[in-house]
């Protein structure tokens, strides 16, 4: 059983920045990966970043490789989402996902089986 809540999300003006929290609890993470994925309004639910938890290689979506950066603490279970020079068309929920498969730097939803609830993210213009 892994929980996961997502924290940090806000309104910013387009070039702002936010730092996004996802507090894991129930089970460490050891083969776990995490990622971050993001849903607008009528529109599917997209990859945005994952990291591996063992070892912490990372991975983007190359619409925001230049501007987020993803990034875990190990002692606390977080993953943190840093994102820079905001656009508005990064308003979006923001959740982050557990997947348990080993080694798999996935980019697809279907493949993580915990998610958070969840967090706002709007930038505006």
């Known amino acids: 059983q892994v929980q996961l809540v997502e924290s940090g999300g806000g309104l910013v003006q387009a070039g702002g920045s936010l730092r996004l929290s996802c507090a894991a609890s129930?089970?460490?993470?050891?083969?776990?990966?995490l990622g971050w994925f993001r849903q607008a309004p009528g529109k599917e639910r997209e990859f945005v970043a994952g990291?591996?938890?063992?070892?912490?290689?990372?991975y983007y979506a190359d619409s925001v490789k230049n501007r987020f950066t993803i990034s875990r603490d190990v002692a606390k279970n977080t993953v943190y989402l840093q994102m820079n020079d905001l656009k508005p068309e990064d308003t979006a929920v923001y959740y982050c996902a557990a997947d348990l498969s080993y080694g798999t730097a996935g980019t697809f939803a279907n493949e993580f089986d915990y998610w958070g609830q969840g967090t706002q993210v709007t930038v505006s213009s």
């Open positions: 129930g089970r460490t993470f050891t083969t776990y990966t």
């Open positions: 990291i591996i938890w063992s070892g912490g290689y990372t």
